[in-house]
T-cell receptor, first 113, second 117 residues
Framework: QKEVEQDPGPLSVPEGAIVSLNCTYSNSAFQYFMWYRQYSRKGPELLMYTYSSGNKEDGRFTAQVDKSSKYISLFIRDSQPSDSATYLCAMRDLSGGYNKLIFGAGTRLAVHP | DTGVSQNPRHKITKRGQNVTFRCDPISEHNRLYWYRQTLGQGPEFLTYFQNEAQLEKSRLLSDRFSAERPKGSFSTLEIQRTEQGDSAMYLC???????????????FGAGTRLSVL
C-alpha cells in the first residue's frame, strides 16, 4: 500500500464548477502538506502549502487538512479551462530530519468550456 | 531569478549508453533535490544535497546512478548503462533552508525527459 493515495481520475467538469480533489495518507510523521499543479510536459508548480489541520484559502483555491483522519483536500471554485492540469498532493516526511516530499499519483482534471 | 533550469529537456539514448543531466537551482538556494516521475505517477524522491554534501539517497538510486553538486551550485545526475526501465522524467527541485522548516518550499524545474530505446 502506498503511503499517499490519490484518485488518478480523470475528472471532467464544466467551466464554473467547484472541484474537489483529495488525498489520504498513512504515515503520522507527515507534518506539512502541499498541492502542486503540473501542466503537461512541465514541472510541478506549488499551489498551496499548509501545516495544521483546518482550512487555508488563496483566491479560488482552498486547502483543507484533517490530521485525525489523515485526509487532505483541495477545492477549486469557479473552475476555468486554464485549471486543466494534473494536481499532485505532496507531504513532507520529517522522520529523517530532512524535507523529502512524498507525492500522490496525481489527479488529472479537465475543465471544459 | 529565472527559476530552476534543467538541461537537456529531452534525451533519447540507446540501451547501454551513459547519460548526464544538469540542474541549475535558483540562486542562493542551498538545497537541491532529484526526483523521478514515470507516466501516471507522482514524482519519487531520488537524492538530496545540502550545499555540496549529498545527505540522502533513495533505494531507487541504484549503483548505476550518481549525482554530484560540486561547489554547492549546479548539480549533475548521471545514469550509466541505461536500461529501458530508466525511461522517465527526471525532475530537479531546490529550496532555501531557514530556521523554520515550514519555509523550505521546493521549487521544481521543467524536467528532463529520458527515453531509452
Amino acid at each position: 500500500q502506498k503511503e499517499v493515495e490519490q484518485d488518478p481520475g480523470p475528472l471532467s467538469v464544466p467551466e464554473g464548477a467547484i472541484v474537489s480533489l483529495n488525498c489520504t495518507y498513512s504515515n503520522s510523521a507527515f507534518q506539512y502538506f502541499m498541492w502542486y499543479r503540473q501542466y503537461s510536459r512541465k514541472g510541478p508548480e506549488l499551489l498551496m502549502y499548509t501545516y495544521s489541520s483546518g482550512n487555508k484559502e488563496d483566491g479560488r483555491f482552498t486547502a483543507q487538512v484533517d490530521k485525525s483522519s489523515k485526509y487532505i483536500s483541495l477545492f477549486i471554485r469557479d473552475s476555468q479551462p486554464s485549471d486543466s492540469a494534473t494536481y499532485l498532493c505532496a507531504m513532507r516526511d520529517l522522520s529523517g530530519g530532512y524535507n523529502k516530499l512524498i507525492f500522490g499519483a496525481g489527479t488529472r482534471l479537465a475543465v471544459h468550456p | 531569478d529565472t527559476g530552476v533550469s534543467q538541461n537537456p529537456r529531452h534525451k533519447i539514448t540507446k540501451r547501454g549508453q551513459n547519460v548526464t543531466f544538469r540542474c541549475d537551482p535558483i540562486s542562493e538556494h542551498n538545497r537541491l533535490y532529484w526526483y523521478r516521475q514515470t507516466l501516471g505517477q507522482g514524482p519519487e524522491f531520488l537524492t538530496y544535497f545540502q550545499n555540496e554534501a549529498q545527505l540522502e539517497k533513495s533505494r531507487l538510486l541504484s549503483d548505476r546512478f550518481s549525482a554530484e553538486r560540486p561547489k554547492g551550485s549546479f548539480s549533475t545526475l548521471e545514469i550509466q548503462r541505461t536500461e529501458q526501465g530508466d525511461s522517465a522524467m527526471y525532475l530537479c527541485a531546490s529550496s532555501y533552508s531557514q530556521g523554520e522548516l515550514a519555509k523550505n518550499i521546493q521549487y521544481f524545474g521543467a524536467g528532463t525527459r529520458l527515453s531509452v530505446l
